[in-house]
Structure formats: structure tokens, C-alpha cells
């Protein structure tokens, strides 16, 4: 029978639904979907539709030249989860996410395929993975799913303190040509000492292949030649078929959050302090010594080369450091968190000069790069309708970034605040009002659409509101 995921008819499908809380790191609230559940063993079948609908205005993006504010309406993220238990050990999850419409990116606007073609969907698999839930110590999850390197990459996304997780605090690899957040391979967890010792081992695809992206950018490259405007580069290939690995180890030393996931507040019904390390590594990631070389010269198109030969490699490695505090007091909960990474390839932007590998691999949002973010927020002491609850936050972000939007040693401020309504209590009806300031420490090129480009521009500043439903 079809029911609500908050009833069960048997004990076994209570065993079933705590060991898939440990194995996918689900929140602790419960979830609002429908369950289907069979089978003597504690079987079932979780149905979650989770959507998130932006409204942003920017003050740059829209006019003839870029440099007038613009203001979009989009989903962030459309959601279909699936997640199957046979019992309490065997299972799957099955993930799809779109973000229909969308028309900024991280730094820079384009038009969205709903402006220029019928294929505007935009939806794709982003998790899919079997479970195996032996015991508290060891759990496995073997498919396409997140790389556990930070706390910022665990957060669910449904569930952040401020309106979304960080913009620049995404690792270097995955399954997207861009390479971030999520990975083919296993990871193992588990928990000790009353659940307040956690491990994550992972092992992944890591980095294979090459990667083709259009550079709206002009300029001059680090060697002094000319970069046209629009031109298509491809990075060179992964030097080796190499693995990836990543390890994390957090502690709780108040009451355990339990699970592999996070979640951005507890709404006070625990007392959180969790400190976490993590680090990745993969050898002979990518060439020391690339350039680019015509492919198709009258279009800008660009091929992958090595600098006289020189076949020598870097690897990369990346390291992390977090923390959460959450603490329940006589009036309100008070929360913070904050996050640090490093990302290094050994310097090879320097003396790799191909674009696309600047863009897609060395350098760029998702290359070498060190910074941080620090989050506070707190719950006030009221209800606002049957259960409602207003959490203000405050934000500060401070990145480093070896080479991105054709700057180097480009150094990114990020100061900001907001407030979340939790319309039921909790995260299932959420609306967030959002302001950021975003400054470049040198002014930089933003690029608006496949042609324009806003020069010199020293900051600017966001306005955003989100309504989330999670059922």
C-alpha cells in the first residue's frame, strides 16, 4: 500500500529505514514523500519531488553592453529521488536533477536554451548507487555519487544555512565536463564510539579524458599571446587512466549528526559540534607543460598540444578543513559553520599555457584556488503562524584563485545575509531572502551571453529570494 513516510507496520522496516539513514546520510527529520513498502523483510520504495524556484536581480547582466542590472526567475534545482530497500542491508538510490531556465552562471549570464532552442530541460542523472549497509562501521554506497571531501559538498542542498551552498568551494573532479561534486567509484563509512567518530574512504574515476569549453573571454594569455574573444578550447587529456582518492574524519563532540549528509540547522533539537578533515589525491592529474594549437583558426577553435614535447605531469591533491556549531539556548538556537579548502596542482597554470586546461583543469572556479567561507545564523525565540520559524544569517567568503577570468592571483570577497522562513518548521517549505556583494580584488571581465563583455568591473551586487517544496 501507498503511505506516508512517517508510519511503518514493522520493526524490521524501522531497522531498514535507520540503516538508510546511516547509508545515504538522509536528514534525521523525516521525509515527506510516500513510501511504498513490501515484503516480509522491511522492504520499500522512497518517492521524494524536491524543487527550488529563484528570483534574482543582479546589477549586471542585462542593457546593451552588459553593465545594466537584470532580473531572472528559474529553477536551481528539480528533483526526482528513488531510493529502494530490499532490507536493511541492500538497496539503490536513483537521483535526477535539472535546473530548467537557468541563466547565470557562477560568474557571468548567458541565455538559457528556453531562449534558443526547444531542448530546455535540462535534466540529468546525478546519483545513482547501491547500498550495502553491513554495519555501523562499515557502509558502502558503489555507483555515481558525492566525492566526501567537504562539508561543503555533503550539505544537502535542501538544507543549507544560507539560501545555497558556496559557489566556490567545489572540488576538482566528477562526472560533468566541468568537474565537480559527484564521481563514479565507492565510498565506505562508518561510525565509532558512539557514533561520534566518522570515516569516509572513497576511491573514483577521478580525472579522465579532455574537456571542450567556449572562453567568451579576450585578453593575453600568461605566455604573452593573444586570446581571441568566443573561442573554443579543448584541455589536453588526462596524462594516465589514475584513481582518485579521498579521505575524511570527522568527530562530534556534542550529540552526533549521524549519517554521511549534513544538514545547515538542526532547528535545536541537537547540540552540535563537528570537526572535520578530509583530503584527495590523484597522481599525474594533468600535463605540466600544455598549449593550445590551431585547429580551425577561422573559427576560433582550438586543439591541445604539449610545450616542445615535455610530457612531465602534476598531480593533484586537495585539503579540507570544517566545522559545525549548533547549540540550543533558552531563547533561540544559535548555528555557525564554516569551511576551508585548498586545491593545488602544483603550479602548473603557470607554466601551462593552453586555455582550455586553464578553464577546465589547473585553473579556473574548480582549479587551484585556497579560501573559505564562515556562516552564522540563529533561530529567534517565535512562532510565526502554526509552526513557522525566522532564522537570519550572516556569510563571508575569501577565495584565492590562481588564475580565473583571465585575471592571476585573482582574490574574490564575498560578504552577505539573509533570512529563512521555514513555513512548516522545517526544510520542506522554505522561503529565503538573500543579498550578496561580490568584489574582485582586481577588475576583472564578466562575460554576459556567448559575445558580450562587461569590462573592468570591480564587484557587484545580488539580490535573491527562494521558494523551496520538498515532498
Known amino acids: 500500500m501507498l503511505k506516508k513516510s512517517g508510519l511503518s507496520h514493522s520493526c524490521k522496516a524501522v531497522a531498514a529505514g535507520s540503516a538508510l539513514l546511516l547509508g545515504l546520510g538522509l536528514a534525521s527529520q523525516a521525509q515527506a514523500g510516500p513510501r511504498l513498502e513490501f515484503g516480509d523483510d522491511g522492504g520499500f520504495l522512497q518517492i521524494d519531488l524536491k524543487g527550488q524556484i529563484y528570483l534574482e536581480n543582479t546589477s549586471y547582466g542585462g542593457g546593451i553592453k552588459g553593465d545594466e542590472s537584470r532580473t531572472d526567475i528559474h529553477f536551481m534545482r528539480n528533483r526526482i529521488s528513488l531510493t529502494g530497500m530490499l532490507d536493511e542491508t541492500w538497496g539503490y538510490k536513483f537521483q535526477t536533477c535539472g535546473n530548467t531556465g537557468t541563466t547565470k552562471n557562477t560568474l557571468g549570464y548567458a541565455l538559457s536554451d528556453q531562449d534558443t ?113 568566443g573561442a573554443t578550447y579543448t584541455s589536453s587529456n588526462a596524462p594516465k587512466t589514475m584513481l582518485e582518492y579521498v579521505g575524511r574524519l570527522t568527530y562530534d563532540f556534542m550529540d552526533s549528526e549521524g549519517g554521511s549528509g549534513y544538514q545547515g540547522t538542526y532547528f535545536g533539537e541537537k547540540n552540535v559540534l563537528n570537526i572535520g578533515v578530509g583530503m584527495a589525491y590523484q597522481p599525474k592529474a594533468a600535463y605540466k607543460y600544455g598549449a593550445a594549437t590551431a585547429v580551425n583558426p577561422s573559427n576560433n577553435v582550438y586543439g591541445a598540444t604539449l610545450q616542445n614535447g615535455n610530457a612531465d605531469t602534476v598531480d593533484y591533491t586537495a585539503y579540507a578543513v570544517d566545522f559545525m556549531y549548533e547549540q540550543k539556548l533558552p531563547a533561540g538556537v544559535i548555528t555557525a559553520t564554516g569551511q576551508y579548502l585548498k586545491v593545488d596542482f602544483e603550479n602548473a597554470w603557470q607554466t601551462n599555457t593552453n586555455p582550455g586546461d586553464h578553464l577546465a583543469v589547473v585553473a579556473g572556479m574548480n582549479g587551484q584556488k585556497e579560501g573559505g567561507y564562515g556562516k552564522l545564523a540563529y533561530i529567534l525565540p517565535l512562532t510565526i503562524g502554526k509552526a513557522g520559524k525566522l532564522q537570519p544569517y550572516a556569510m563571508y567568503e575569501y577565495w584565492e584563485f590562481a588564475r580565473v577570468l583571465g585575471v592571476n592571483h585573482q582574490i574574490i570577497n564575498q560578504p552577505g545575509g539573509g533570512i529563512n522562513y521555514y513555513v512548516l518548521g522545517d526544510n520542506r517549505v522554505r522561503l529565503t531572502v538573500e543579498y550578496l556583494r561580490t568584489d574582485f580584488n582586481t577588475p576583472t571581465q564578466l562575460p554576459v551571453g556567448g559575445t558580450t563583455v562587461v569590462q573592468g568591473v570591480k564587484g557587484y551586487d545580488t539580490f535573491r529570494t527562494m521558494l523551496q517544496l520538498v515532498f
Open 117 to 229: 532552442n526547444w531542448n530546455d530541460r535540462d535534466i540529468r542523472v546525478i546519483d545513482a548507487y547501491a547500498i550495502a549497509n553491513f554495519n555501523p562501521a562499515l557502509n558502502l554506497k558503489v555507483g555515481l555519487t558525492k566525492i566526501p571531501l567537504t562539508r561543503a559538498n555533503l550539505d544537502d542542498c535542501f538544507a543549507p544555512l544560507s539560501q545555497d551552498r558556496s559557489m566556490f568551494v567545489y572540488s576538482a573532479y566528477g562526472t560533468s565536463p566541468a568537474k565537480f561534486a559527484r564521481d563514479l567509484g565507492g565510498v565506505a563509512t562508518g561510525r565509532f564510539f558512539d557514533d561520534k567518530l566518522t570515516y569516509f574512504a572513497g576511491i573514483f574515476q577521478g580525472r579522465e579524458g579532455s574537456s571542450t569549453v567556449v572562453n567568451p573571454l579576450g585578453g593575453t594569455n600568461p605566455d604573452g599571446t593573444p586570446r581571441p574573444a
